[in-house]
């Protein structure tokens, strides 16, 4: 276990190495891998615990009775997922969290970091602010998800997501976290008709991109 990592998470910040490690035993901590692709927690589980990413990444999907699937979120190493499920026992999930790649995760028993120990040590309650913390960036990013595919056009959309990420980098050169495929299902949009607006804002001089790599041209109106 990497302490020195989990000490950069917004979940366990402030908390130093040798608290952490006392507290993941107390915690029902355990760790395991995840191939890519390998389902993690599927809709309609009921949790108990949160995961916190290790290494690798998830995605939070919803997939429709006819099979149409959109991403909710893509979640790198330090993010926390399920945590609001497993907050509220009994409700069951209404997203699967799938592995992006290859992925090792910590899970957390909920339970039990909301259950102050005996002593009521100062770094277990700084690790229930820090999961309140958590769970507002979370309505943070659902309400940018909501915000972004709030354009009825897929060029609106588009525009909406590429110049967040510009800002979110500080550059109109960045790379996104999202394939062709994941990016049409987290704007809710057809995957053709995506790559095909993106042609044309190229051709249009908006921006340039490879792969998931884009520059976006500030001096060129839409």
Same mark, same amino acid.
């Given at each position: 276990?990497?302490?020195?990592?989990?000490?950069?998470?917004?979940?366990?910040?402030?908390?130093?190495?040798?608290?952490?490690?006392?507290?993941? !035993?107390?915690?029902?901590?355990?760790?395991?891998?995840?191939?890519?692709?390998?389902?993690?927690?599927?809709?309609?589980?009921?949790?108990?615990?949160?995961?916190?990413?290790?290494?690798?990444?998830?995605?939070?999907?919803?997939?429709?009775?006819?099979?149409?699937?959109?991403?909710?979120? !893509?979640?790198?190493?330090?993010?926390?997922?399920?945590?609001?499920?497993?907050?509220?026992?009994?409700?069951?999930?209404?997203?699967?969290?799938?592995?992006?790649?290859?992925?090792?995760?910590?899970?957390?028993?909920?339970? +039990?970091?909301?259950?102050?120990?005996?002593?009521?040590?100062? !770094?277990?309650?700084?690790?229930?602010? *820090?999961?309140?913390?958590?769970?507002?960036?979370?309505?943070?990013?659902?309400?940018?998800?909501?915000?972004?595919?709030?354009?009825?056009?897929?060029?609106?959309?588009?525009?909406?997501?590429?110049?967040?990420?510009?800002?979110?980098?500080?550059?109109?050169?960045?790379?996104?976290?999202?394939?062709?495929?994941?990016?049409?299902?987290?704007?809710?949009?057809?995957?053709?008709?995506?790559? *095909?607006?993106?042609?044309?804002?190229? +051709?249009?001089?908006?921006?340039?991109?490879?792969?998931?790599?884009?520059?976006?041209?500030?001096?060129?109106?839409?």
């Amino acid at each position: 276990m990497d302490f020195s990592f989990l000490t950069k998470t917004t979940l366990f910040q402030g908390i130093s190495e040798n608290e952490i490690q006392e507290m993941l !035993h107390c915690l029902g901590a355990e760790t395991r891998m995840f191939p890519k692709g390998a389902v993690i927690y599927r809709a309609g589980d009921v949790v108990r615990s949160m995961g916190l990413v290790l290494s690798g990444s998830v995605n939070l999907e919803h997939d429709d009775v006819w099979g149409n699937k959109t991403i909710l979120d !893509h979640a790198g190493p330090g993010y926390v997922f399920a945590e609001t499920y497993a907050c509220v026992p009994g409700e069951p999930l209404m997203i699967q969290v799938a592995a992006a790649e290859d992925s090792h995760i910590l899970f957390l028993n909920v339970a +039990r970091v909301l259950k102050l120990c005996p002593s009521s040590c100062s !770094h277990h309650s700084t690790l229930i602010r *820090n999961l309140l913390s958590v769970t507002a960036q979370k309505n943070l990013a659902l309400s940018r998800r909501i915000f972004h595919t709030s354009s009825k056009s897929i060029r609106g959309r588009l525009l909406s997501y590429l110049s967040f990420q510009a800002v979110r980098h500080g550059s109109s050169r960045f790379s996104i976290p999202f394939n062709r495929q994941q990016l049409a299902d987290y704007l809710g949009v057809d995957r053709s008709a995506l790559s *095909n607006e993106l042609g044309k804002m190229q +051709r249009d001089g908006l921006l340039s991109f490879e792969k998931n790599h884009f520059c976006l041209h500030k001096n060129i109106a839409p």
